[in-house]
T-cell receptor, first 114, second 110 residues
Framework: DGGITQSPKYLFRKEGQNVTLSCEQN?????MYWYRQDPGQGLRLIYY???????QKGDIAEGYSVSREKKESFPLTVTSAQKNPTAFYLC?????????????FGPGTRLLVL | EDQVTQSPEALRLQEGESSSLNCSYT??????LFWYRQDPGKGPEFLFT???AGEEKEKERLKATLTKKESFLHITAPKPEDSATYLC???????????FGSGTKLNVKP
């Protein structure tokens, strides 16, 4: 089945620790995105990438880092500089052609601080 | 700045009671308005894309419409399984960047 997988489903972070969230897609999409979702708020863009080895900051990139070494993978690292990391993190992907207008989402990772 | 506002924040309906959700937007160069359904603890599921004023799309009990300033998601004779948060998003002239509203949480009581 084609789709987007995120792991783990739940992640616990200790203070001062960096943690990495995984996102993999087998849809052959060029563009990938990371969003953060807090209760009562919409999805906010952290980073996005339209091609391997290139990515752009979104609206709330501070305290986060990404890499895009393979087309299928776009991992997100939540660094110790992110002081309020507790949230639901969503990865999405999309083709770049004009006929591929839809973003598809993974199941999400919930990050909690110990 | 591009903005998307959804109302109401929450909506409680009786089964069979039709209603509408609103999504108003300000965007420089709309390249699509998207509706998603999100169940608790899950990723958003795509419903519709609308591109131009006057466009309408339907799926089962849902119908989405678009004007130059807003979109409506009409729910006809809802069932309890329609309970979810409905998200609206717009894509601007940057083409591959999306802006989301905060959603409307719909609760349909049997």
């Amino acid at each position: 089945d084609g789709g987007i997988t995120q792991s783990p489903k739940y992640l616990f972070r200790k203070e001062g620790q960096n943690v990495t969230l995984s996102c993999e897609q087998n849809l052959n999409h060029d563009a990938m995105y990371w969003y953060r979702q807090d209760p009562g708020q919409g999805l906010r863009l952290i980073y996005y990438s339209q091609i391997v080895n290139d990515f752009q900051k979104g609206d709330i990139a501070e305290g986060y880092s990404v890499s895009r070494e393979k087309k299928e993978s776009f991992p997100l690292t939540v660094t110790s500089a992110q002081k309020n990391p507790t949230a639901f993190y969503l990865c999405a992907s999309k083709g770049l052609a004009e006929t591929q207008e839809t973003q598809y989402f993974g199941p999400g990772t919930r990050l909690l601080v110990l | 700045e591009d903005q998307v506002t959804q109302s109401p924040e929450a909506l409680r309906l009786q089964e069979g009671e039709s209603s509408s959700l609103n999504c108003s937007y300000t965007v420089s160069g709309l390249r699509g308005l998207f509706w998603y359904r999100q169940d608790p603890g899950k990723g958003p599921e795509f419903l519709f894309t609308l591109y131009s004023a006057g466009e309408e799309k339907e799926k089962e009990r849902l119908k989405a419409t678009l004007t130059k300033k807003e979109s409506f998601l009409h729910i006809t004779a809802p069932k309890p399984e329609d309970s979810a948060t409905y998200l609206c998003a717009v894509r601007d002239r940057d083409f591959n960047k999306f802006y989301f509203g905060s959603g409307t949480k719909l609760n349909v009581k049997p």
